[in-house]
DNA sequence: GATTTTTGCGAGCAATCGCTCGCGTTTGAA
DNA sequence: TTCAAACGCGAGCGATTGCTCGCAAAAATC
């Protein structure tokens, strides 16, 4: 069901994803309705809706674009880095340096992103960003403990990517001049885990 | 404003928490509305207004009543135990086990608690479940670190509250079978990062 | 220039929200 | 036995939700 798109139509978009986050971050994700997105985009409820069915995929295409712009901050972070003879110490600034800058770049992503209990649309919503996380954190501890059996290795990825999750909003929301301290533990938290694991 | 109540009015409010808690559980904060939370007390809405004045206010007695159940359930798993000289996974045990038996007898727990992003209102209904945490983590903080400066036992204590509010849903989640591997992840965590503090 | 498709509007729909209010019944103290 | 207070009901309030629909302007296609 495809539909043919003018340059305008692109470009309206954007302006209403880039109020969605907007929206998302000031108001969370289920009071920010879809008239408050239409206004802050400054078009009408009826307009939104000729690019989007409804707010569900609004917040899919929010996270698919996301999704995007992590993989490319990542990979410029990465680059061919070896992850599994790097230090731990590095490793984890590699990781969570870029990740906490994103956070802060983009208020708008934790509303899809640092929620354990999530509602079922919205859990289907953000499963992009999660699937994409998981991916990432299960690559690396695949190269770094080596012995883990697939399924552990599974599930530790979900606790790394919980345990951010968790976190985010701590260091987020934390004063500029404290906020050093956060990441730090942040770092201690996910470092200590991954020494556990052997890694 | 306090006003005189039957006994028959006791045992409503009881019934009506108990029916917020089936609620929250199923539905989540936002979504329990106070119609759904008297329709499964089998009252009418009124009904509900008699006793408590609003949403918040079911939550906020909700939550205190948590609390007490949870600290007796404390006292009992702690007894005069000395927090100081423990071994690790002996303190990791008497902590967790019992606050995830806890939540796996109390469904409707995690939806006051185990939640990064609070709404204002619900942050105050659930601010005495955080800050009863808070205390009794900070005191076994001071007892095991007692090298750790308050305003670093504050913050470390936030971290290890957070982390088990991220990881039980995972937990309870879980199914039978997966849930002791589950448990032994969230110990990892909290023992990695209590051992990284010199705890 | 003619036609089709895309873009745009905004009043307003049905559903739901938290909550009120009038009025009847039950209870317990006097 | 009396009577004020507590309990209970449920229709329905005003506001808000996600969303629709008829219709007009703009742009792309012919």
């Given amino acids: 069901m495809e539909r043919r798109r003018q340059a305008r ?3 309206r978009m954007a302006e ?9 971050a000031e108001l969370g994700y289920e009071k920010a309705s ?8 400054g078009i009408s409820p009826g ?3 000729q690019f989007f069915p409804g707010k569900e995929a609004v917040a899919r295409a929010l996270a698919d674009r996301f999704v995007a712009d992590m993989a490319s901050a990542h990979a410029a972070a990465f680059g061919e880095a070896d992850v599994a003879a790097m230090d731990l110490g590095e490793l984890l600034d590699r990781v969570v340096d870029p990740l906490v800058a994103f956070n802060l770049a983009n208020p708008g992503f934790k509303a899809l992103f640092a929620r354990p209990d999530m509602p079922s649309a919205l859990a289907e919503s953000s499963q ?3 699937a994409a996380m998981l991916g990432q954190v299960e690559a690396i501890l695949g190269a770094r403990v080596p012995g883990l059996a697939p399924a552990d290795r599974a599930r530790s990825a979900r606790v790394l990517v919980r345990i951010f999750q ?13 906020r050093p301290a956060e990441i ?3 770092k201690k938290v996910l ?3 991954l020494t556990s694991l052997g890694g």
Same sequence: chains 1, 2.
Wanted: charged residues 20%.
């Fill in 47 to 49: 307009s939104l809706y």
């Fill in 191 to 193: 470092g200590g885990y």
């Fill in 128 to 130: 992009p960003i999660q």
């Fill in 9 to 11: 139509g692109e470009r």
């Fill in 184 to 186: 730090a533990e942040l």
């Fill in 16 to 24: 209403i994803l880039d109020a969605a986050a907007d929206a998302f």
């Fill in 34 to 41: 879809t008239n408050a997105i239409a206004a802050r985009a």
């Fill in 166 to 178: 968790a976190m985010t909003p701590l260091v987020t929301a934390a004063p500029d001049e404290e």
